[in-house]
C-alpha cells in the first residue's frame, strides 16, 4: 500500500457508495477499486483537483509498457473515468480528466475460441468429483444457454422457475432476461439443487454454493473451469493445447444457435447483449459452412 493512499481515503469511500448505488456488481466493485488504488499510488500525493489529462494517460502508458492487453488497459481506464465521474456527481470535484481519453482498439474481429459440440461433449464428461452434480449443472448453463461467470455467481434459488421450466438472469447493464431452460437440461439442474450444499447463512439465496458454505465465486467457477480443461487436454501435447476458458462455453452456445439458423437477434437476446455488434462477433465463426458451401459448386472450367 502506499504512504499516499491515505490521502485518498474520502474519495475511495465516496467511490464505493457511487458504485454500490449505480448498482455496479460487488466483483466489479472489487476490480475498479483495485483499478483506481493503482492510479492513485501513481500520482504521488498529488490532490485529484491537480490531476490533469497527461497524469492519466502517463499512468495508462506505463500500463501498456507492463505488456497489459488492451482490454485491460481499457478496463484501467473505466474505473479511473468512473472515479472522477463519480466525484463529479457528488461534487467532490468540478471535472473529470479522464474524459475524452480514447480507448485502446482492440480486435473486434478476432474470431472467438470455443468447442464443437463433440469437444463439448467430451469436456462435460471431463467434470468429475464430489460436487460433480454442482458442477456440471454451471457448466451446462453456460454451454446450453449461455450464462456469463458472473450470471452463474448472481443465481438465486427463487430464479429458476421448474414448471415452466425458464431461468431468470441478472445480466450485465443491470437488465434481466427470462431464458427457456432446454428439457434435456433441466434433471441436471434439479439435481444440482436437490444435492445443493448446505449454506452456513440460514437465509443464503445462492443457488449454487461453495465447499465453504457460501455463493460459489466468480474465481471458483473459473478454478473448477480451469480444473476440468486441464483434465480434457491432458491427452493433447502442451504445443497444440488451446486457451480455453469458462467464458468459452458461451462463445460455444452462440456458435451451435447460429450454426442451427437461429436469426442474430433471438441470438443477441439469449446472450443479453445490449447491442447486436457484439453479437455479429459469432457470424465470423461459420467460415467452415463458406468453405462446405462453395466446395459442394460444380464449377466447369472453359477448355
Not at 454442482?134 to 455467481?153: C, K, P, T
Not at 493445447?241 to 460455444?252: F, G, I
Not at 452456445?253 to 436469426?263: E, I, Q, S, V, Y
Amino acid at each position: 500500500m502506499n504512504d499516499s493512499e491515505p490521502d485518498y481515503e474520502e474519495e475511495l469511500e465516496a467511490f464505493l457508495i457511487w458504485m454500490k448505488d449505480a448498482g455496479f456488481t460487488p466483483y466489479t466493485q472489487k476490480s475498479y477499486l483495485a483499478d483506481v488504488r493503482e492510479f492513485l499510488g501513481s500520482l504521488n500525493g498529488k490532490s485529484l483537483e491537480n490531476v490533469k489529462k497527461l497524469h492519466i494517460i502517463s499512468y495508462l502508458t506505463s500500463v501498456r509498457e507492463r505488456g497489459v492487453s488492451d482490454a485491460t488497459r481499457n478496463r484501467k481506464h473505466a474505473s479511473v473515468n468512473c472515479l472522477f465521474k463519480a466525484l463529479m456527481e457528488l461534487e467532490l470535484l468540478a471535472a473529470n480528466p479522464a474524459a475524452g481519453i480514447k480507448k485502446s482498439k482492440t480486435e473486434k474481429n478476432r474470431e472467438p475460441v470455443y468447442l464443437e459440440e463433440h469437444e463439448l461433449q467430451r469436456f462435460l464428461s471431463a467434470v468429475e468429483g464430489k460436487y460433480r452434480s454442482r458442477n456440471l449443472a454451471v457448466f451446462l448453463l453456460m454451454s446450453y444457454m449461455g450464462l456469463r461467470v458472473g450470471e452463474v455467481h448472481t443465481l438465486n434459488l427463487s430464479d429458476y422457475n421448474a414448471e415452466r421450466p425458464t431461468l431468470r438472469v441478472f445480466g450485465k447493464g443491470r437488465k434481466w432476461r427470462n431464458i427457456p431452460v432446454p428439457a434435456e437440461l433441466a434433471p441436471f439442474l434439479e439435481q444440482a439443487l436437490s444435492e445443493r450444499l448446505e449454506p452456513w447463512r440460514s437465509k443464503e439465496e445462492a443457488m449454487f454454493i461453495s465447499q465453504k458454505g457460501r455463493r460459489l465465486s466468480i474465481r471458483g467457477i473459473q478454478g473448477i473451469a480451469a480444473d476440468t480443461f486441464g483434465r480434457y487436454q491432458a491427452e493433447v501435447p502442451a504445443a497444440r493445447r488451446r486457451p480455453y476458458s469458462s467464458h468459452k462455453l458461451r462463445h460455444s452456445f452462440a456458435t451451435m444457435l447460429l450454426r442451427k439458423g437461429a436469426d442474430l437477434r433471438t441470438v443477441q437476446e439469449l446472450l443479453g447483449h445490449s447491442s447486436i455488434q457484439t453479437t455479429t462477433v459469432y457470424t465470423h465463426i461459420t467460415s467452415r459452412e463458406k468453405e462446405e458451401a462453395m466446395a459442394r459448386l460444380q464449377i466447369s472450367m472453359p477448355k
